[in-house]
């Protein structure tokens, strides 16, 4: 069984940064795919981005690419996500997600592992 906890969410400024903190236990982090997706009051759930076991290919929704950075630390067991140039868009409950699957494909399947999730709230 894997454990994720989000950490990090609040509330900011429209063009201000958040840093969202993923951490894990329970089976071996290293071996899994992480992604983040978020989830606006009314909407769907969306994919936002996503790192390999290995941290070397990262994959964003195009939405956040250029303001979010996504990066893990496998001796931490740990995934971060970056936010910069917040807008009040960004607004929503944020989920890291887990699997051993590739994290290429992360943002069209089916997830094993789940987070609770932590709101961000951006104003304008």
């Known amino acids: 069984q894997v454990q994720l906890v989000e950490s990090g969410g609040g509330l900011v400024q429209a063009g201000g940064s958040l840093r969202l903190t993923c951490a894990t236990s329970?089976?071996?982090?290293?071996?899994?795919?992480v992604g983040w997706f978020r989830q606006a009051p009314g909407k769907e759930r969306e994919f936002v981005a996503a790192?390999?076991?290995?941290?070397?290919?990262?994959y964003y929704a195009d939405s956040v690419k250029g303001r979010f950075t996504i990066s893990r630390d496998n001796a931490r067991n740990t995934v971060q996500l970056q936010m910069n140039s917040l807008k009040p868009e960004d607004t929503a409950v944020y989920y890291c997600?887990?699997?051993?699957?590739?994290?290429?494909?992360?943002?069209?399947?089916?997830?094993?592992?789940w987070g609770k999730g932590t709101l961000v709230t951006v104003s304008s």
């Open positions: 997600a887990a699997d051993p699957q590739p994290a290429s494909v992360l943002r069209k399947t089916t997830i094993d592992y």
């Open positions: 329970g089976r071996t982090f290293r071996n899994l795919a």
């Open positions: 790192v390999s076991w290995s941290a070397i290919s990262t």
